[in-house]
């Protein structure tokens, strides 16, 4: 699979509601919905008793930071063409190749963290996309008549300042 477009579950008036449970006084100026191209990857990890599980990591192109994530849920009413994203190519950091090594190593690490000194390796690559398109929120906000940007995450409403 090449690309997939990442349904969006938190929406614009929850993404709100996260910020101003920090900062009552927040006041919401606009918001866009963008999705931002990240490299994904499947991985089989063994388990202990033999069994395995299924492991889900996404590496942000831009920062290239890895990241364990859920299942992810592709949106069946929107196509690629149809969505506002951030499709820079230039902005990209990494490959997909240095992606993988990225993923891999990420739950390899994890994988070890849990069985402790009993985990024998072993953790194998089954899927990947070359692009996966993640939903993020970005708000223009005021808070003490101070404007700040924010990107809100739309999977899980996390969110980080970028500008003010």
Do not use: C
Not at 56 to 85: C, H, N, T
Not at 118 to 143: C, F, H, M, Q
């Amino acid at each position: 699979m090449n690309e997939i477009l990442l349904k969006t579950i938190v929406d614009a008036e929850h993404a709100a509601k996260v910020l101003q449970a920090k900062a009552p006084d927040l006041e919401v100026v606009s918001a866009s919905l963008r999705r931002h191209p990240f490299a994904g990857f499947e991985f089989h990890v063994p388990a202990l008793a033999g069994r395995g599980e299924t492991a889900r990591a996404l590496v942000d192109y831009y920062s290239g930071k890895a990241f364990i994530s859920d299942r992810w849920e592709s949106d069946p009413v929107l196509e690629v063409d149809d969505v506002e994203a951030v499709s820079d190519p230039s902005w990209n950091s990494i490959s997909f190749e240095t992606a993988r090594q990225r993923a891999k190593a990420l739950l390899s690490t994890a994988a070890l963290r849990k069985a402790r000194l009993a985990w024998k390796g072993g953790v194998k690559e089954t899927a990947s996309v070359e692009k996966v398109w993640k939903p993020n929120w970005i708000l223009d906000v005021r808070i003490q008549g101070r404007n700040y940007r924010v990107i809100v995450d739309g999977l899980n409403g996390g969110y980080f300042f970028t500008e003010s």
